[in-house]
């Protein structure tokens, strides 16, 4: 780092496939992005990079979810069986949702905000073998 | 902030009885239902000529009914062809977007009478798809693959709100109830009933299949048990607001011509609209909404009212948080006050500003192209005085507010109404 791929949602993406969380550092401000911006919404610079994140941070905020998404269904999640969404603050300051995984799902008054997590990438096997990477978060 | 060019009032206000409608009526058969409602409310009367362009507000026709371009399709089912017919779309604020384009195009002197309205239907598809297309709302890219659905991000504002605040689920199981109360004194409502009834019936079904009778102690103990499963923690079923199929249309005009319509219009003396990032977590904050506070502050400043002035206000209650964090975002309550207000009753409809008389969109329904304009609705009947049944307000309502807003905050319109 710093690389010299465009900033474009495709390529933070590949960067999740590849199981990197990459965000954005603005030159001029200082500022941290994730995902990535091409334009520093805080002073309007254009001069971005890529930086790779720590992916250490906390719980701002969750939910239990018992009636999920088709892709959460097709996961196999249920009513019986809650799959938990996560708002987590990054340690670098951008926040970001992602699947709060090693937690007990069916007992939403034991997960804590403000609890430190870590980054951890998600597999799903789809239709035809192929691999699918999504962003996951677990307690430290 | 700029003041409308020239005064615009509403001079009738209809809406078709919300529910589980198709296949019995689908959009342009609530559509027309909700026109003639609205023309029959239109004192002195008001026909298609003397509208000059039809906004219609629609969240997503195109997932839901496979069908997109409703403004010319609408206009044309009442006769306004060929007059401009548009579809607006802020989610499920989108009937408020057509309702304050409408405003801003009768201010600038263009339009002198339009005709605005919502629509939705949403029970043609399963629920996992109605879930799916409502989640198309918050952020596909970043969101949804994290497992964000609609009840999943309101739940998690009450999370943040709930540690933030010491905000509990007994808090939010207040609102359901009030909701329940007046949406059972509305005859165009989704659900008629109030908790103590729903229960009732609960408990019959329950004596019919053998089972078990429950033993609730009263609303809230029920609101707490097995019988209200949790959809997405801390936020359960009667925390939701409906799955609806529903229309409503409302006219406005200019202060020129108003008065050859009825001798009562109300006036829009404040509109206001705000945006967010898409994304509950791009937004810095979660426990309020920052579009909501901005549309607050432009309608305030319009009107030149404040927050004290309001006596009656319809709040966009897609979940009971939402209504929570609404109270607060309007300026009604301090952050994190609102919880003990409801407590002490002062948002029921005898209360000292009572909030969602017509049910909210947890007991009307919420058909989410259509809440916007059915908000409307319900305030100029307050306005009027003609509420149905022990729904209107027992004081004369000459300020009154309404706040519609899309996605999980990313868009808000608030609008001030005056006799």
Redesign the interface.
């Known amino acids: 780092m710093p690389e010299e791929k465009e900033i474009t949602v495709q390529n933070y993406l590949d960067y999740i496939n590849n199981k990197k969380l990459m965000g954005s550092k603005c030159k001029k401000c200082g500022t941290f992005d994730v995902p990535p911006r091409k334009l520093c919404i805080k002073c309007n610079s254009t001069d971005m990079e890529w930086v790779e994140m720590s992916g250490k941070g906390k719980i701002a905020a969750f939910s239990c979810i018992g009636v999920g998404t088709s892709f959460m269904v097709n996961k196999g999640y249920s009513m019986k069986k809650p799959y938990c969404f996560s708002v987590i603050e990054l340690n670098e300051g951008p926040m970001i949702s992602g699947q709060l995984v090693g937690v007990d799902e069916t007992k939403p008054d034991d997960i804590k905000i403000n609890t430190p997590v870590q980054v951890t990438f998600l597999e799903t096997e789809l239709q035809g073998g192929e691999i699918r990477v999504d962003l996951g978060f677990e307690p430290v | 902030m700029g003041k409308l060019a020239r005064k615009v009032a509403i001079i009738g206000a209809g809406m078709c009885k919300f529910g589980r409608n198709f296949p019995l009526k689908r959009n342009p058969d609530m559509w027309v239902d909700a026109w003639i409602d609205a023309v029959n409310r239109v004192d002195n009367g008001i026909e298609p000529k003397d509208i000059d362009a039809c906004y219609v507000g629609n969240y997503s026709s195109d997932l839901f009914n496979h069908q997109g371009h409703l403004g010319p399709q609408m206009a044309n089912l009442v006769g306004l062809t060929p007059k401009p017919a548009a579809r607006f779309e802020g989610a499920c604020a989108s009937s408020g977007v057509a309702f304050r384009q409408g405003i801003l195009a009768i201010a600038s002197g263009v339009h002198d009478i339009v005709a605005i309205s919502g629509v939705e239907c949403m029970t043609e598809v399963s629920?996992?798809?109605v879930?799916?297309t409502l989640?198309t709302a918050s952020?596909n890219?970043?969101?949804?693959?994290?497992?964000?659905?609609f009840?999943?991000?309101y739940?998690?504002?009450?999370?943040?709100h709930f540690?933030k605040y010491g905000t509990t689920h007994d808090d939010l199981k207040r609102i359901a109830i009030k909701n329940h109360e007046n949406g059972k004194e509305n005859p165009y409502a989704q659900m008629q009933q109030s908790l103590k009834e729903i229960m009732a019936s609960k408990i019959k079904k329950f004596e019919s299949q053998g089972r078990d009778i429950p033993d609730w102690k009263d609303e809230m103990d029920f609101l707490g048990s097995s019988s209200n499963?949790?959809?997405?923690?801390?936020?359960r079923l009667f925390d939701c607001s409906l799955v609806t199929d529903g229309a409503a249309c409302v006219f406005l005009a200019a202060e020129d011509v108003a008065k050859k319509y009825t001798d009562t219009p109300i006036w829009i003396t404040g509109s206001g609209q705000g945006s967010a990032a898409l994304?509950?977590?791009?937004r810095?904050e979660?426990t309020g909404f920052i579009a909501a506070r901005e549309a607050a502050r432009q309608a305030y400043e319009m009107s030149g009212l404040g927050p004290k002035d309001i006596q009656i206000a319809e709040v966009h209650d897609c979940f009971t948080i939402a209504e929570l964090i609404a109270l607060e975002d309007l300026g009604f309550y301090e952050k994190g006050k609102a919880a003990e207000a409801i407590k002490n009753g002062e948002t029921k409809r005898d209360g000292i500003r009572p909030i969602n008389t017509s049910g909210g969109l947890k007991s009307k329904g919420h058909p989410v192209g259509a809440t916007g304009a059915a908000m409307a609705v319900e305030t100029f009947k307050q306005m009027r005085g003609i509420a149905e049944r022990n729904r209107q307000v027992k004081f004369d309502v000459e300020k009154a507010l309404t706040h519609n807003l899309g996605g999980s905050g990313a868009t808000c319109v608030v609008t001030i109404y005056e006799k």
Do not use: N, V, W
């Open positions: 629920t996992t798809l879930t799916d989640a952020d890219l970043f969101e949804y693959p994290a497992g964000a659905t009840p999943g991000l739940a998690a504002a009450a999370s943040a540690h499963p949790m959809i997405a923690s801390p936020l994304s509950l977590h791009d810095g979660i």
